[in-house]
């Protein structure tokens, strides 16, 4: 199922029940995804279709703890880690999330490091 480009970072998702860990069912939880594939367009096309996905869908990743990863000076983002950095993974954005990454683009620098405190928080 895709879903609008503007739920692709939903904060909060409840989890479902399990009888193999009862703690864990009906938990609020704030991965900060919507867990859908999106077309995420031609720069983010590897040519490979796989089962239900397009080669242009990508899963949107839980985008919780990735400030720890970003600490490391050697991380990398995307499903083939071509980004080395957060800006560099949200210009890489395209498809149903072009105009998400059009206004972070014009974002001034104060907001755009408001952005990646942000990130580096959740
Ligand atoms: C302010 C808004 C957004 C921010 C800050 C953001 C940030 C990011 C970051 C940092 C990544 C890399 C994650 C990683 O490699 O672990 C990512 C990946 C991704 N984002 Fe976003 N994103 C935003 C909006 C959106 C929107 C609107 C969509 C979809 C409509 C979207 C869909 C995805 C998908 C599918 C990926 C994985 C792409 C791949 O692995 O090639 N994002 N995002």
Redesign the pocket.
Known sequence: MRK???L??TPKQKTGNSDRFPLLSQQNIYPYTDLL????GAG?DDSVKEKNAESF?????P?WG?GI?ARDPEA?????GR?SS?TE??L??G???ES?KT??TQLSATQKQT?MTF?KGI
């Open positions: 609008s480009a503007v692709a970072v594939l999106h077309d995420m983010l869908e990508w899963r949107t990743p985008l990735i990863v990398r983002f995307l499903h083939d980004a957060l993974a949200i890489w954005h498809g149903e999330a998400t206004r972070f952005l990130l």
